[in-house]
């Protein structure tokens, strides 16, 4: 790191007490530490990415500060993803038009991302080489799709076999009344190819069958990005398929109010039959004895608006955009679940206490095999 900076969105602040923060206010980001010597705190002043490592060192010297004890707090605060580089000619991989298009991203990846980097526009570049095949552009799917292109992953692929259909038009985002009996595919590439010159979208007009169908798919992308929900075994296909070809997948959708997101990592923990098979563990002498017989007959609706279809969309883009750049590092193999009717509840799910048989599909013991990147 040639000139090192404190990133302005982790800025210090110095509290009563000779205790500093740094980090923010967001939980996960933020931390206090004592400093009854406002040393560190005169660091962090002279850090505004003016100066090399070796220079703040010098710098702190003439305080009497400690040599090896500067370089050691300035790389203790690189380590935790408070710093980085200022040098101009990091970005020279990105075209100007580039740079302007991203900035904002490249400001909220840097806010998120934990690990020291060799450059400020580490995720953007990482998104740029990035391969990403979205199955399923409904609801979910048409608004991750959009995230993704618009967030500047360089190959975003979309794989849907129905028509446009005025039911659609109150949450499917990228979709108008005059697409109605159109490809979705067709017009996904078409709106998406709109809203980012710079990303290769393309598409396939096909329906998903079985773990096969995935593994042609999935092979050659760095995400499987799932937000079909039929028929109902689609998740354990593509958790068989990407297990097979190696394939980081995350999906997504809604129950009602309830918007879930999954991601997985083959070969770093439990897949997503372990957790499956540990939340019927968990329902266990609670099974279901009767259903309500007039709901034996009755049709279900798709019960979603355009809210719950962005956020669940949202979201499942947000978990791909983590597996292409690690920013921000969410841990893997599980999934995860927020209610919208009651704001503060969310929670997530995982193989967590498991009978510690093996999985008849991956192999694995499941319940201390976590990961994070």
Same mark, same amino acid.
């Given at each position: 790191?040639?000139? *090192?900076?404190?990133?302005?969105?982790?800025? *210090? @602040?110095?509290? =009563?007490?000779?205790?500093?923060?740094? +980090?923010?206010?967001?939980?996960?980001? !933020?931390?206090?530490?004592?400093?009854?010597?406002?040393?560190?705190? !005169?660091?962090?002043?002279?850090?505004?990415?003016?100066?090399?490592?070796?220079?703040?060192?010098?710098?702190?010297?003439? /305080?009497?500060?400690?040599?090896? %004890? /500067?370089? $050691?707090?300035?790389? /203790?605060? =690189?380590a935790a993803g408070h710093v980085e580089d200022a040098d101009p000619d990091l970005a020279e991989n990105l075209t100007q038009a580039e740079r302007?298009?991203?900035? #904002?991203?490249?400001?909220?990846?840097?806010?998120?991302?934990?690990?020291?980097?060799?450059?400020?526009?580490?995720?953007?570049?990482?998104?740029?080489?990035?391969?990403?095949? &979205?199955?399923?552009?409904?609801?979910?799917?048409?608004?991750?799709? !959009?995230?993704?292109?618009?967030?500047?992953?360089?190959?975003?692929?979309?794989?849907?076999?129905?028509?446009?259909?005025?039911?659609?038009?109150?949450?499917?985002?990228?979709?108008?009344?005059?697409?109605?009996?159109?490809?979705?595919?067709?017009?996904?590439?078409?709106?998406?190819?709109?809203?980012?010159?710079?990303?290769?979208?393309?598409?396939?007009?096909?329906?998903?069958?079985?773990?096969?169908?995935?593994?042609?798919?999935?092979?050659?992308?760095?995400?499987?990005?799932?937000? !079909?929900?039929?028929?109902?075994?689609?998740?354990?296909?593509?958790?068989?398929?990407?297990?097979?070809?190696?394939?980081?997948?995350?999906?997504?959708?809604?129950?009602?109010?309830? &918007?879930?997101?999954?991601?997985?990592?083959?070969?770093?923990?439990?897949?997503?039959?372990?957790?499956?098979? @540990?939340?019927?563990?968990?329902?266990?002498?609670?099974? &279901? %004895?009767?259903?309500?017989? *007039?709901?034996?007959?009755?049709?279900?609706?798709? =019960? =979603?608006?355009?809210?719950?279809?962005? %956020?669940? +969309?949202?979201?499942?883009?947000?978990?791909?955009? $983590? %597996?292409? /750049?690690?920013?921000?590092?969410? *841990?893997?193999?599980?999934?995860?679940?927020?209610?919208?009717?009651?704001?503060?509840?969310?929670?997530?799910?995982?193989?967590?206490?498991?009978?510690?048989? #093996?999985?008849?599909?991956?192999?694995?013991?499941?319940?201390?095999?976590?990961?994070?990147?």
């Amino acid at each position: 790191m040639k000139y *090192p900076r404190i990133k302005y969105t982790h800025r *210090p @602040r110095l509290l =009563a007490g000779g205790r500093v923060s740094i +980090g923010g206010i967001v939980f996960g980001l !933020a931390s206090e530490f004592n400093d009854p010597e406002h040393r560190v705190w !005169a660091l962090l002043n002279e850090m505004d990415g003016t100066r090399t490592r070796e220079e703040l060192v010098a710098r702190m010297a003439e /305080t009497g500060a400690d040599e090896k %004890v /500067t370089a $050691s707090v300035i790389d /203790t605060l =690189a380590a935790a993803g408070h710093v980085e580089d200022a040098d101009p000619d990091l970005a020279e991989n990105l075209t100007q038009a580039e740079r302007d298009r991203y900035d #904002r991203g490249r400001a909220f990846f840097s806010w998120v991302d934990k690990s020291p980097r060799s450059s400020p526009w580490h995720a953007q570049e990482r998104l740029r080489s990035a391969r990403a095949v &979205v199955v399923g552009v409904g609801g979910t799917g048409a608004a991750a799709a !959009a995230a993704l292109t618009m967030s500047g992953v360089g190959h975003v692929h979309c794989v849907e076999p129905d028509v446009v259909e005025l039911s659609n038009l109150n949450r499917q985002i990228i979709y108008t009344e005059s697409d109605i009996g159109r490809s979705k595919v067709e017009v996904a590439v078409e709106q998406l190819r709109a809203r980012n010159s710079a990303v290769a979208v393309s598409g396939e007009r096909r329906s998903v069958n079985g773990p096969d169908d995935l593994k042609q798919i999935a092979g050659g992308f760095d995400v499987l990005v799932l937000s !079909a929900d039929r028929p109902d075994e689609i998740r354990y296909w593509a958790n068989e398929a990407c297990l097979a070809t190696g394939t980081p997948w995350v999906h997504g959708g809604y129950h009602g109010p309830q &918007v879930s997101c999954g991601v997985f990592l083959p070969g770093t923990g439990p897949c997503y039959a372990c957790v499956q098979r @540990r939340q019927t563990e968990r329902r266990a002498g609670r099974d &279901v %004895v009767a259903e309500w017989e *007039p709901g034996k007959s009755t049709d279900p609706v798709n =019960a =979603a608006n355009a809210v719950s279809a962005m %956020v669940s +969309g949202g979201l499942l883009a947000h978990l791909a955009l $983590s %597996v292409i /750049t690690g920013a921000p590092p969410i *841990p893997a193999n599980r999934i995860y679940a927020h209610n919208l009717m009651v704001m503060d509840h969310a929670f997530a799910l995982s193989a967590s206490g498991a009978d510690g048989e #093996r999985c008849d599909v991956c192999g694995g013991g499941g319940p201390d095999e976590t990961h994070e990147r």
